[in-house]
């Protein structure tokens, strides 16, 4: 499971995008809001995932914004949320 940052501000955000495109420099930045339904499931109580909540979703591109066949396969992706302060466990804030 890759690390969960809370309080994440404006500068921790530009760091991450400069580490990619650094890492990618043939690459572009997307900010895409997520379209359709969010689902959202409590933590599992066993398995590999114990523990943790779960959210899925999904992010529609435009067709025309994507050259060449199998494109979207060559990607990474980070999910930036917005959570109320008063629902995050005090020792994360």
Excluded: C
Aim: hydrophobic share 40%.
């Amino acid at each position: 499971m890759s690390k969960v940052i809370f309080g994440a501000n404006k500068e921790m955000v530009g760091m991450y995008v400069d580490q990619v495109l650094e890492k990618y420099d043939d690459s572009l930045m997307v900010l895409a809001p997520p379209s359709g339904t969010i689902s959202t499931y409590a933590p599992s109580k066993k398995g590999k995932n114990k523990g943790y909540y779960r959210v899925k979703l999904e992010v529609w591109i435009p067709e025309e914004s994507i050259k060449g066949e199998d494109a979207l396969n060559d990607f990474g992706a980070a999910i930036l949320m917005r959570l109320p302060k008063n629902r995050i466990a005090d020792h994360l804030k």
